[in-house]
Structure formats: C-alpha cells, structure tokens
C-alpha cells in the first residue's frame, strides 16, 4: 500500500480510537493488514517519503500532534521506515511478504487517501454549519 494510504487509514482508524495509546497500538497491526491487500506501488521513493511527511504534518497542524488522528497516522505508516533506514532494511519486521504488482491501482489508492484525509482535515461539524438557516427579525414597529 502506498504511504498516503497508510497515514489516511491509520488517521482514521486514530480518530475512531479516540485515544491516543488506541491509535498508537492500532497503526502498525494496520499497516501489516494493508500490505496484505494485493496493491501497486509508486516507483519514487522520493514522492513516498515527501507526501507521507506533509500529510503527517498537515494533520499535526490541523488536528494537534498529540491528537488520535495523527497519532495513528504516524503509527500506520511508520513501518515503511523500514525501506528507508539502512539498518532496519535488514531487519523488516513488517515487510516478509506483501502482495505487490496488480491488484489495488496507486492512482485509486491516491484518490481514497485524499478523500479520507480530507474529511480529517477539513472543517469540523462544530466549527461550520453545512446547513445555513435563515435568520428571523426580532425587531418590533
């Protein structure tokens, strides 16, 4: 699964948690479900690396670092560490086996983390009202 996906379902699932140790203990078994799913990957390391750290970061900014959502975003997708540091590469504790090539479409897999992101990230039900409601007048001839 590509990072964008990891961060997207790790925030949901930290969001649905509601706590921080729920998103913190959810992320990593949730990464390793991911992975599961035969899925394609995005070719540039580059591109993984950088989307993954702004999203992450947009989260932290939007939502708080110590909130659920971006707690579990950081858990989710922290395992793809493991294709970026030298000395866990030789470890991979969380990449034996995957299901790479076919299956789930990187454009498709883009798409869903932009969609589940954006309802993390976009304005809360409390802070606007989608429903606006006609104002009456109060005031008396």
């Known amino acids: ?5 990891h961060v997207a379902t790790g925030a949901a699932a930290g969001h649905l948690a509601g706590s921080r140790l ?3 203990l959810i992320g990593p078994p949730l990464h390793v479900a991911g992975d599961r799913v035969p899925h394609q990957d995005i070719a540039s390391r580059r591109f993984e690396i950088t989307s993954g750290v702004a999203l992450i970061a947009a989260l932290a900014v939007r939502r708080g670092p110590f ?15 493991e294709h970026v540091i030298p000395w ?3 470890r991979k504790l969380f990449h034996r086996r995957g299901r790479h090539g076919g299956g789930l479409p990187a454009a498709l897999q883009l798409l869903a983390a932009g969609y589940i992101l954006g309802l993390l990230l976009g304005p809360r039900s ?16």
């Not at 909130?67 to 560490?81: C, M, Q, V, W, Y």
């Open 1 to 5: 699964m590509i990072v964008s996906l």
């Open 22 to 24: 729920g998103a913190l």
């Open 67 to 81: 909130d659920p959502a971006t707690i579990g975003a950081a858990a989710a997708s922290a395992p793809d560490l």
């Open 88 to 90: 866990l590469r030789r």
């Open 126 to 141: 409390s802070e606007y009202n989608l429903v606006r409601t006609p104002r009456t007048s109060t005031s008396h001839s």
